[in-house]
């Protein structure tokens, strides 16, 4: 059964975690006509520096379920094993990974009212879902630490019969459900994207349309993404 917030967000932040965003601009996600929320943060440098240096050892990334009262950094690490670097300096990227994906966690669980988070940390060298789609899913939440951004469409520029029709390839299917290209919007960095599902209560004939990005050359993409268990 899923679930909805049913206290206030609380504005604390397991230690080292990043105060640089304002937690209670999560809930907006709740109002009805809202399929997504862009919470824009500043990129912190040590993270990207330390995924650029690791990625190629993490292989496909790591799957995990945790309480979040159990997903304290020391616990990820345990059950992640992210790769260590040899200097101190950048090691601080891992330091600072870790407090960050216990951060959004705990804010994350506390926001869902649920009492266990599916956590997936992966590694990609193409996009995984490139045609866009929407999630059979409640509430969503990604982060992308390294590459770029998930991508999706606004409704203003969607003709969403396109959604349920059959098209010869993705190309086909794109040129119809586009109405013009700019309405294709990219999260930035290190922003975190709430995304509405088809499960979400209410929402059975709705849900963003969104896609993964593409990756170009050798370039990897690490992204968060979290999903609330009941």
Not at 1 to 13: D, H, I, Q, R, S
Not at 26 to 38: A, C, G, K, T, Y
Request: net charge neutral; hydrophobic share 45%.
């Amino acid at each position: 059964m899923l679930g909805t917030a049913t206290m206030p967000l609380k504005p604390a932040y397991p230690p080292g975690g990043q105060r640089d965003f304002n937690a209670m601009d999560l809930l907006s996600i709740f109002e009805p006509d809202r399929q997504i929320n862009v919470i824009a943060r500043p990129a912190q440098a040590a993270i990207i520096r330390y995924l650029q240096q690791v990625c190629g050892r993490m292989g496909a990334g790591y799957r995990l379920a945790l309480r979040p009262d159990l997903a304290t950094p020391a616990r990820l690490d345990s059950e992640m094993h992210l790769p260590d670097v040899p200097d101190v300096t950048d090691a601080r990227g891992k330091e600072a990974l870790l407090a960050d994906i216990s951060t959004l966690v705990s804010l994350y669980a506390d926001l869902m009212d649920c009492h266990k988070v599916g956590i997936r940390l992966e590694v990609l060298t193409h996009a995984m879902c490139p045609r866009f789609h929407i999630d059979r899913t409640g509430i969503r939440l990604l982060c992308t630490y390294l590459g770029p951004g998930t991508e999706w469409l606004e409704a203003a520029f969607c003709n969403s019969k396109a959604l349920t029709a059959r098209y010869a390839d993705t190309d086909a299917f794109h040129q119809a459900l586009i109405l013009h290209p700019q309405g294709v919007r990219q999260a930035p960095a290190q922003a975190l994207v709430l995304l509405k599902g088809s499960m979400w209560q209410g929402n059975q004939q709705a849900g963003i349309v969104h896609r993964s990005p593409q990756i170009t050359g050798t370039a990897n993409r690490v992204v968060l993404a979290l999903d609330a268990i009941w």
